[in-house]
T-cell receptor
Framework: GAVVSQHPSRVICKSGTSVKIECRSL??????MFWYRQFPKQSLMLMAT?????????EQGVEKDKFLINHASLTLSTLTVTSAHPEDSSFYIC?????????????FGQGTRLTVV | QKEVEQNSGPLSVPEGAIASLNCTYS??????FFWYRQYSGKSPELIMS????GDKEDGRFTAQLNKASQYVSLLTRDSQPSDSATYLC??????????FGTGTRLLVSP
């Protein structure tokens, strides 16, 4: 299967600081990447859909100014959590889909566990 | 109504038994469906994808799709303790968003 690399896997930051999470498709080009957040014992909540070269589409209730998404190339999307607060502590996961294909499987990165203190 | 629904479980089966996981979806326009497995603290991994009505088999896994009933299932034969995990059903909405059900926790006892 395709490989998606997410970095960092864990990060602890102070309240008020910003954290950047990278998601890379290593062996394929991804036009579309999805960003999810998962709280303990809950399912994946879609935050936004990131398309290469265009603005991300955010889900209702997700603050686009707080969760900045950049998809500058076909292999890299980044999520920046700005002015992080303890309630932003969560497991953030990206997934990527093959370039040019719709309705096909998406492959997940390893996830980033963010703890804001 | 949620777009993808699953029973949260847990579903408990003995080792060697068949585990049956179910999922329903609300968008009749959905064309593709996926089963992911997620171990605690890890990200989901793809098990099966299914696009057409009927059954699709891959090793110990069989996915079943019934578009008329808007129903997808995953059967795991010869269940092993290592299969204990949360199983997530996913589908694309009409807006090309990949959405997930709440997941069903499967427990396979030795």
């Amino acid at each position: 299967g395709a490989v998606v690399s997410q970095h960092p896997s864990r990060v602890i930051c102070k309240s008020g600081t910003s954290v950047k999470i990278e998601c890379r498709s290593l062996d394929f080009q991804a036009t579309t990447m999805f960003w999810y957040r998962q709280f303990p014992k809950q399912s994946l909540m879609l935050m936004a859909t990131s398309n290469e070269g265009s603005k991300a589409t955010y889900e209702q209730g997700v603050e686009k100014d707080k969760f900045l998404i950049n998809h500058a190339s076909l292999t890299l999307s980044t999520l920046t959590v700005t002015s992080a607060h303890p309630e932003d502590s969560s497991f953030y996961i990206c997934s990527a889909r093959y370039r040019g294909l719709t309705n096909t499987e998406a492959f997940f990165g390893q996830g980033t566990r963010l703890t804001v203190v | 109504q949620k777009e993808v629904e699953q029973n949260s479980g847990p579903l408990s089966v003995p080792e060697g038994a068949i585990a049956s996981l179910n999922c329903t979806y609300s968008d009749r326009g959905s064309q593709s469906f996926f089963w992911y497995r997620q171990y605690s603290g890890k990200s989901p991994e793809l098990i099966m994808s299914i696009y057409s009505n009927g059954d699709k088999e891959d090793g110990r896994f069989t996915a079943q799709l019934n578009k008329a009933s808007q129903y997808v299932s995953l059967l795991t034969r010869d269940s092993q303790p290592s299969d204990s995990a949360t199983y997530l059903c996913a589908s694309y909405t009409g807006f090309q968003k990949l959405v997930f059900g709440t997941g069903t926790r499967l427990l396979v006892s030795p």
